[in-house]
């Protein structure tokens, strides 16, 4: 997060994140996603948007949750 790790932190289930900066179009760098290196398919910030609504479809609405995205 900002850094030259992208180690899942402590407490989260599941997580997008990428090494260093980052950069805003996709030209050829990787997310990771839950461990996994997943090829970047568009623009940062349309792409991890993308990454947090799918990931609020698939929760209870009965159980409480956290998400931070921070773009």
């Known amino acids: 997060m900002g850094g030259a790790q992208d180690d ?3 407490g989260f289930d599941h997580w997008v994140s990428f090494k260093g900066q980052g950069t ?6 990787v997310l ?3 461990g996994r290196s997943v090829p970047r398919t568009k623009y940062m910030t349309d792409e ?3 990454y947090a609504v ?3 479809r698939q929760q209870h609405t009965d159980k409480p949750f956290l998400l931070y995205l921070s773009n």
């Open 8 to 10: 899942p932190r402590t």
């Open 24 to 29: 805003y179009e996709a030209d050829g760098h």
């Open 32 to 34: 990771n996603v839950n």
């Open 48 to 50: 991890l948007t993308d």
């Open 54 to 56: 799918n990931w609020l």
